[in-house]
């Protein structure tokens, strides 16, 4: 899913799997693995989200048809579009959404290569862009040489040199001779996850030794207190050992 850090990327491969349906998908913010978390309810993860001024849409990837349902893609719809309305926001200001499996099998009965239900639309009663839900289905085990076929066989391909896709095939032959990026990378991860480390390390040092200087300390009065007393006993002083207590109590010294 490196590939798919690249939000021109991502609207590249979506504009491959929605020219179907005549959408033409510009350029905008993309990201991997969003999660979304529901306190009250099951939560989600994005496999690929992405968004721009006129779509919000949810990338998902499977190997197992077991794993996707249409209930589950309606759950998935639903949280995209809950995302898409801040608190606030107007109702009119939603955007178009789509949540696209992409599926190594059939979802559907007599599903066709790729497949797209409205999951609430009326645009043709009221024409306000943007008030539609789509679900869209591919099936890539149904895989054809149409320029749809070839990119899909491209996502599921790990050697760059067998892409048909001229620009998933240069991306990824990028990507993958991209050694030295790859090693500042995980240099820059360890970086951060030992400052982390040192900083959870220091944290935990300081309250230990706050925590031993309070005890120290009620140690120390502990054991001031009985010299205090042996020391009046000894001079034979005329203090009770209840006189001697309270003038430890308020700091002062025993004369």
Known sequence: RTVFKSPIIVAYVLNKILK???????????????????????SVCFDVY??????????????????????????YSSALDALDLPKNEP????????????????????????????GFSTEKA????????????VDTSQCDNSELGR????????????????????????????KEDETMLVKDMMRIFNEEFKSQIEYERNLALQEGMKEGKKEGMKE????????????????????????????????
């Open 20 to 42: 179907p349906y005549g959408e033409l998908i510009s350029d905008g913010y993309s990201t991997t693995q969003k999660d979304i978390t529901n306190i009250f309810n099951r």
């Open 224 to 255: 001031g207190k009985k010299e205090g007393m042996k020391e009046s006993k000894e001079k034979g002083s005329k203090k009770t050992a209840k006189s001697v207590l309270e003038m430890f109590d308020s700091g002062k010294s025993p004369e």
């Open 151 to 178: 990119m899909i066989h491209d996502l599921n391909c790990a050697d760059p040199d067998h892409m048909q896709d001229p620009v998933l095939r240069k991306v990824m032959r990028d990507l993958k001779n991209s």
């Open 91 to 118: 109702y009119p200001n939603m955007r178009t959404s789509y949540v696209i499996f992409i599926v190594n099998g059939p979802i559907l009965p007599k599903q066709s290569f790729i497949e797209r239900i409205e």
């Open 50 to 75: 992405f968004e721009n001024s006129d779509y919000v849409i949810d990338l998902e990837f499977s190997k197992y048809p077991g794993d996707v349902s249409i209930k589950r893609a309606r759950y």
């Open 126 to 137: 009221l024409p306000i862009k943007g008030n539609a839900r789509y679900i869209v289905f």
